[in-house]
């Protein structure tokens, strides 16, 4: 089973057009966890389908919202999503159980074409919504470095993934990444979640050389 991570504020419309997306196009039954936010002035508006799905939070980084759902999820693939997100390839999922067999020891990544980024070389492939195995989740603790806010939350393990040749680029699988500049990401750019990121990332390099040598001990030859 995959389980697919969705916090999402203030767009009950997005929220409810990405899981009538997943519905749609997968084969199986994926696990859609919704992340909601206690403050979200839209939190009454989301119905039911979505609300019986999801865990609300105290307001708090996106990344933050990642790794706590990634803690309740039961897939053996975890992936990180948003709600600007349109399942666009019928079969999605089973496209991915397909590829994560390729490494049996678990250890891998995934990414998608995400609208934006056809033509791209695979090592350049940006991986804004990146799948991992719970093997790989397990063996560091948390989906994404915890200092982290939002922007850089793929960049982590999607870095560390290409070190090792363990990220599988599909592009014959879309998902659709619409960016909107509304009220949310006003507050993430007034707050510079983005230049945060870049210091962390550049701060905590030996975090992630860490995390580098526990994904490569994982790895079987």
């Not at 697919?4 to 504020?9: D, G, Y």
């Not at 990405?18 to 196009?25: A, Q």
């Amino acid at each position: 089973m995959i389980s697919l991570l969705c916090p999402t504020r203030g767009r009950p419309d997005r929220a409810l057009q990405f899981l009538e997306s997943v519905l749609s196009t997968q084969d199986k039954s994926a696990e859609i966890i919704f992340g909601l936010q206690s403050d979200d002035p839209q939190l009454e508006n989301y119905p039911d389908k979505i609300r019986s799905n999801a865990v609300i939070f105290e307001p708090s980084s996106t990344v933050y919202y990642w790794n706590k759902m990634a803690t309740i999820a039961k897939g053996d693939l975890i992936t990180l999503i948003a709600d600007d997100v349109i399942m666009r390839t019928k079969g999605w999922d089973t496209i991915f159980e397909a590829a994560a067999e390729k490494y049996a020891d678990g250890m891998c990544l995934i990414t998608t074409q995400d609208g934006r980024n056809h033509g791209v070389a695979p090592q350049d492939l940006p991986t804004p919504h990146p799948t991992i195995t719970r093997k790989w989740f397990e063996a560091l603790g948390y989906f994404t470095f915890p200092g982290l806010f939002h922007y850089y939350a793929d960049t982590w393990n999607s870095s560390i993934a290409r070190r090792l040749n363990r990220q599988i680029n599909l592009y014959d699988v879309v998902w659709e990444h619409i960016k909107e500049f509304d009220e949310t990401r006003k507050t993430m750019r007034q707050n510079k979640w983005a230049e945060l990121d870049d210091i962390v990332f550049k701060q905590c390099k030996r975090h992630w050389e860490t995390d580098l040598a526990i994904i490569k001990g994982n790895i079987k030859p």
